[in-house]
């Protein structure tokens, strides 16, 4: 099945970077776009951006472009993120979300477990 | 960028009640593009519904979902123990890609 494992927690501190990874299996790899969307403590859901691991091509959310950067390694069949310049508005549990469908408009399924990252001086 | 505001924050009802959590967008959502998610306390989000009224694989038919244009629906018919829970309405038909900002189905 489907399935997409993240890497562990991180605690940063400010103006550090973090880089959060995501390994997919189950199905092919250049097949589905990804997403990243992350969740800080009690709130909802925020969508950061998606990545084409076919190519790498890239589309940011307006409030994280220049400071966050997505790539993928078809040789192990996982993806990344990159968030620079950390402060504490940037502790969250991030998540990767594969494209349920073909394309890029369709709906995220499934969810990796999360990776919390805590930003702390 | 296409704002989802969800209601009510928060439904407190009873097992076996039918819950109704509604989902409004700031513009028409093209062509039904338009996902629900349930998420549980140290969880990540899953897919219950999506294209507005299909259900995922594994979904029981006590939930499903209606709407179109800017008006959508969430309706867990007869609430079990497990769907205590809150609810993400998500947009996928445009980037920035959105979501509601959740609704709490809890014990009351």
């Known amino acids: 099945q489907v399935q997409l494992v993240q890497s562990g927690a991180e605690v940063k501190k400010p103006g550090a970077s973090v880089k959060v990874s995501c390994e997919a299996s189950?199905?092919?790899?250049?097949?589905?776009?990804m997403h990243w969307v992350r969740q800080a403590p009690g709130q909802g859901l925020e969508w950061m951006g998606i990545i084409n691991p076919s190519g790498g091509r890239t589309n940011y959310a307006q409030k994280f472009q220049g400071r966050v950067t997505m790539t993928s390694d078809t040789s192990t069949n996982t993806v990344y993120m990159e968030l620079s310049s950390l402060t504490s508005e940037d502790t969250a549990v991030y998540y990767c979300?594969?494209?349920?469908?073909?394309?890029?408009?369709?709906?995220?399924?499934?969810w990796g477990q999360g990776t919390l990252v805590t930003v702390s001086s | 960028e296409i704002v989802l505001t969800q209601s009510p924050g928060t439904l407190s009802l009873s097992p076996g009640e039918r819950a109704t959590l509604s989902c409004r967008a700031s513009?028409?959502?093209?062509?039904?593009?338009l996902a629900w998610y349930q998420q549980k306390p140290g969880q990540a989000p899953r897919l219950l519904i999506h294209?507005?009224?299909s259900r995922a694989t594994d979904i029981p038919d006590r939930f499903s979902g209606s709407g179109s244009g800017t008006d959508f629906t969430l309706t867990i018919s007869r609430l079990e123990p497990e769907d205590f829970a809150v609810y993400y309405c998500?947009?996928?038909?445009?980037?920035?890609?959105?979501f509601g900002q959740g609704t709490k189905v809890e014990i009351k």
């Open positions: 979300a594969r494209v349920g469908s073909s394309g890029k408009y369709n709906w995220f399924d499934p």
């Open positions: 189950g199905y092919t790899f250049t097949s589905s776009y």
């Open positions: 294209s507005t009224s």
């Open positions: 998500q947009q996928y038909g445009s980037s920035p890609w959105t």
């Open positions: 513009q028409s959502v093209g062509s039904s593009y």
